[in-house]
């Protein structure tokens, strides 16, 4: 299959921002077991978990970086102000804000009065920094309540009955540019750390079908894929962040990694992702007879996203790297899942191209759908929890471009169209950050419209 990818050539740099004084927020109450005041300022008592407070009280410590350097509160190019408080001028990434209005909008849920009267801490879907931040070493992870929590990983004689692994071809596209700049110049691929396929409806999924060449009704993959690169023993390698879903049995996120000359697979690092949409009706009684629905079917709504992301870690200070697959998708119970694993095949300073989509669940199959639009997003970053080992060589927004990868078997029957006329998705950089956007223009990205 031929799927939209960028290339990727250099790193990005990261500015910074301002703190000011503030108001309390007005919550006088004492926190329910498990959080604490956020103390974002003076007087704050937001109640937030522990891990939360640590990242604030880190962003209030990094504050004279992340403003401009005129003595005023004007932030950095890609900052904002936290607004945690209405004079919260401290300055933080669009994810860092977006988490300090969750943890405000779930204040009340979290106090001590609200558990002695039984209200529940909801958690709505929301995005914000903690939960794209999963914890930073091997294991397998769930997001609630606000705090990731270790959970069992999936046992690797049960992903390999009942998960097929993807299937990688021969090809490979790979580039290089020449840094004129240094003495003396030489060719250079910048390496990739982070990198996220987003897929969001824009037509009624509910009545929308999804069938897979090979597995049937409802199964299917997201993938995140590397390029191919050099294994340390001469052969080639690939890496594939992946969520696999099929019916009557609950997804998996994985960590996939290849030998793609032997076409062996390392042992998968895997997780368990539960499935909470249920649907009940002639056939299906409640309680126990409900069809289990995920990403097209009764119960998915337009707007909906899906969200799957590879981390490559290499920035811990014992020097060792690490993999991550990070996922939400809206029909499992928590915010957001993770596994991580040690990157034993060598990735680290290797990965230079993304690719990522909604395909067939594995062995090279398709994903069949009738009745279907998609916005799909790629997003792809060179640093990595905050950090921006390679920031000398530039920004991203001055290497990147967008590409053709071919570097996966599965397949899906959606098709790109602009004017109903096949086009090019769309490249936009905002320094650190790159999005290919497949949904620019008057038409929809990706359809597939049958009866």
């Not at 990157?343 to 909604?358: K, N």
């Not at 920031?391 to 029957?413: D, R």
């Amino acid at each position: 299959m031929y799927s939209r990818s960028f290339i990727l050539f250099a790193i990005l740099i990261v500015p910074g921002c301002l703190s000011q004084g503030n108001e309390a927020f007005a919550q006088t109450d004492g926190c329910a077991d498990g959080y604490v005041w956020r103390e974002a300022f003076a007087g704050d008592r937001v109640c937030v978990g522990k891990e939360t407070r640590e990242l604030v009280a880190d962003e209030n410590q990094n504050a004279e970086r992340h403003r401009k350097r005129d003595g005023g509160e004007e932030c950095d190019p890609g900052f904002v102000w936290r607004m945690a408080g209405s004079q919260d001028h401290v300055c933080v990434t669009q994810l860092e804000r977006d988490q300090a209005q969750q943890d405000n909008n779930l204040a009340s849920g979290r106090t001590g009065s609200a558990l002695a009267t039984g209200t529940p801490p909801v958690e709505r879907p929301g995005l914000g920094v903690n939960a794209r931040t999963p914890p930073r070493k091997p294991g397998c992870f769930k997001y609630q309540n606000g705090e990731w929590q270790e959970t069992p990983c999936t046992s690797e004689e049960y992903v390999r009955r009942n998960f097929p692994p993807p299937i990688p071809p021969y090809s490979i596209k790979s580039n290089q540019r020449i840094l004129i700049f240094s003495k003396p110049s030489f060719p250079y691929r910048m390496p990739l750390r982070v990198a996220s396929v987003r897929l969001s409806h824009l037509s009624d999924p509910s009545v929308a079908t999804l069938t897979d060449s090979l597995a049937g009704k409802d199964a299917f993959s997201i993938q995140v894929n590397t390029n191919f690169f050099p294994l340390n023993n001469g052969d080639t390698g690939w890496v594939q962040f992946v969520l696999q879903s099929q019916p009557n049995k609950n997804d998996q996120l994985c960590v996939w990694r290849w030998d793609v000359t032997t076409q062996n697979y390392y042992t998968p690092t895997c997780t368990t992702v539960p499935k909470e949409r249920f649907v009940f009706g002639p056939g299906n009684p409640y309680p126990a007879g409900g069809q289990q629905t995920t990403f097209v079917g009764i119960g998915a709504d337009i707007g909906e996203t899906s969200e799957v992301a590879g981390i490559l870690d290499d920035t811990q200070p014992d020097g060792v790297t690490r993999l991550t697959a990070w996922a939400y998708v809206p029909w499992a119970p928590f915010t957001a899942y993770a596994v991580t694993t040690l990157d034993t095949v060598g990735l680290r300073g290797r990965w230079t191209e993304i690719s990522g989509d909604i395909l067939g669940l594995g062995n090279g199959s398709q994903a069949n759908f009738t009745r279907t639009k998609l916005k799909n997003e790629i997003e792809a970053s060179s640093c990595v929890f905050g950090q921006c080992p390679d920031a000398s060589l530039g920004t991203l927004e001055k290497y990147a471009s967008s590409s053709l990868q071919s570097v996966t078997a599965e397949t899906s029957n959606l098709n790109s169209y602009y004017d109903f006329n096949p086009h090019t998705p769309v490249l936009t950089c905002a320094q650190q950050t790159c999005t290919l956007d497949y949904s620019e223009g008057p038409f929809f990205r990706r359809y597939i419209v049958k009866e």
